[in-house]
């Protein structure tokens, strides 16, 4: 009786350590399942939990703009090196225009004594009109019909018939140089926008100035440097 009984303790022991065996392995299997369920949602959405956990997903897209910002400004270089050649191409055709200004010889249009000069700004007494007046140019004695030539390379840029001035030619050189014949015969010898080299004829001297018809014949003659009226004889040779 004792074996039978030793027997039944010893198989409700091994039913009993078996069970416990069983439901560990049901516990682990639960908290298994219950891991991976867990974890599915942050493997679907990685941005979302780098945006919650340390924002490298913000960095990540910083870092592209960025990226996109440089590749941007990769492209303007190119078009800025390009205008700063153009830049630098125009300003050395404005430095050599100068140039060519500066080195260019101006000569008188008409041989003769110069009667009355420049006045540099100050009033100086008319003897035909009798009042105070700036004498903006140079008057050079010439005989009526004294061919006129033009002082230098230029352009005709205005042909006018003033009442008290008579008939002026102005011819451009370029770089704000501008030459001005006053007085001359109404029959000029050139047109508007014509194309000039030193010594062409443009008119010839007249009796059209009625501002200066006190002085002997001769033609009046003026200079700007850019809108400002100079001294002729300074540039004269």
């Avoid at 703009?65 to 941007?72: A, F, T």
């Avoid at 140079?138 to 390379?153: E, F, G, L, N, Y």
Wanted: net charge positive.
């Amino acid at each position: 009786m004792k074996n039978v009984n030793n027997d039944g303790a010893k198989t409700s022991r091994k039913g009993f350590y078996i069970a416990i065996i069983f439901g560990l392995i049901a516990v682990i299997i639960t908290t298994v399942i219950a891991i991976s369920r867990t974890t599915e949602p942050m493997k679907q959405s990685p941005n979302l939990n780098a945006n919650v956990s340390d924002g490298s997903a913000v960095k990540t897209n910083d870092q592209k703009q960025n990226v996109k910002k440089e590749d941007s400004n990769a492209s303007k270089k190119p078009a800025s090196a390009v205008e700063d050649k153009e830049n630098e191409k125009s300003k050395k055709k404005e430095k050599s225009a100068n140039n060519k200004v500066t080195k260019c010889k101006f000569f008188m249009p008409v041989k003769g004594e110069i009667i009355q000069e420049f006045s540099k700004g100050e009033l100086v007494k008319s003897e035909t009109m009798g009042d105070w007046r700036t004498h903006d140019g140079v008057d050079i004695a010439a005989k009526q019909s004294t061919p006129v030539k033009v002082a230098a390379d230029g352009t005709v840029c205005d042909i006018t018939n003033d009442n008290m001035w008579g008939t002026c030619i102005v011819v451009d050189h370029g770089s704000g140089m501008k030459s001005y014949y006053y007085g001359l015969n109404e029959k000029i010898q050139v047109k508007l926008d014509q194309q000039l080299k030193s010594g062409d004829v443009i008119g010839s001297v007249g009796t059209s100035n009625q501002l200066e018809n006190a002085l002997p014949e001769h033609l009046h003659f003026g200079m700007k440097k850019d809108d400002v009226w100079v001294n002729p004889m300074d540039y004269l040779k």
